[in-house]
């Protein structure tokens, strides 16, 4: 187990009451398959919450991908307008997440090793590229680079509705960027790990509480 912090404003604890309805959002180029996606599916259905989780496969067009999430929530939040929401994130997901959670202001949100500015680091990811955990292939191109800085935001309402997951081993994103980017959020500082946390084991329980798992 890597070594780590958690700073905690007010304290670190459940939610005064589970949450309706969360919504996992996998990172750029992967999937519902991932292994923290699958890691999470079983962690809501070993608390018998499983019809609770959303993991959605996202296009990646940015705005396509916040258009499927939103059409989802449009239905169920008009079948019940107090809907207690989660959103969950990793990396390119946890930017998607950041911004959902700035629409959404009853939401809780964890993010896990999240893109700060994804349009500066996927500029070297035009093109085709393969998906992992699947045998697709999906086409970045320059537009989708201008939907992420149109949906971007810089103001967190509310900060304490936030848990940061960063991991000082990031090989892939600024782990001095998330931490900055997240003032006043529950930060779960690991010192080491990697940018996939593959020890997602260990940070589990940590979001299983925020989220509200039993």
């Known amino acids: 187990m890597w070594p780590f912090v958690l700073e905690s404003p007010?304290?670190?604890?459940?939610?005064?009451?589970?949450?309706?309805?969360?919504?996992?959002?996998?990172?750029?180029?992967?999937?519902?398959?991932?292994?923290?996606?699958?890691?999470?599916?079983?962690?809501?259905?070993?608390?018998?919450q499983g019809d609770r989780l959303w993991v959605p496969d996202l296009p990646a067009s940015p705005a396509?991908?916040?258009?499927?999430?939103?059409?989802e929530l449009r239905v169920r939040l008009h079948n019940n307008p107090r809907l207690r929401l989660g959103f969950m994130g990793s990396s390119l997901g946890?930017?998607?997440?950041?911004?959902?959670?700035?629409?959404?202001?009853?939401?809780?949100?964890?993010?896990?090793?999240?893109?700060?500015?994804?349009?500066?680091?996927?500029?070297?990811?035009?093109g085709r590229k393969a998906v992992y955990f699947s045998d697709?292939?999906?086409?970045?191109?320059?537009?989708?680079?201008?939907e992420l800085r149109a949906m971007e935001t810089t103001q967190l309402t509310q900060a304490d509705r936030y848990l940061l997951v960063a991991a000082t081993g990031d090989e892939v994103l600024s782990f001095a960027s998330m931490v900055a980017r997240y003032p006043g959020a529950h930060q779960l500082?690991?010192?080491?790990?990697?940018?996939?946390?593959?020890?997602?084991?260990?940070?589990?329980?940590?979001?299983?509480?925020?989220?509200?798992?039993?």
């Not at 699958?38 to 259905?45: E, G, R």
């Not at 959902?100 to 994804?118: I, Q, Y």
Request: negative net charge; without cysteine.
């Open 189 to 214: 500082r690991i010192q080491g790990s990697d940018h996939a946390l593959s020890d997602y084991d260990e940070q589990l329980p940590f979001v299983r509480l925020f989220m509200g798992l039993a």
């Open 10 to 48: 007010g304290g670190f604890s459940a939610p005064p009451q589970p949450l309706d309805w969360v919504v996992y959002l996998h990172g750029f180029r992967s999937s519902s398959r991932s292994v923290k996606a699958q890691k999470t599916i079983d962690a809501f259905a070993q608390a018998g």
């Open 64 to 71: 396509q991908a916040l258009a499927l999430v939103e059409d």
């Open 94 to 126: 946890g930017f998607y997440a950041t911004v959902l959670g700035e629409r959404h202001l009853n939401a809780r949100v964890a993010l896990l090793n999240p893109a700060v500015k994804p349009y500066n680091d996927l500029q070297e990811q035009i």
């Open 136 to 146: 697709e292939e999906i086409e970045f191109v320059p537009a989708y680079l201008d």
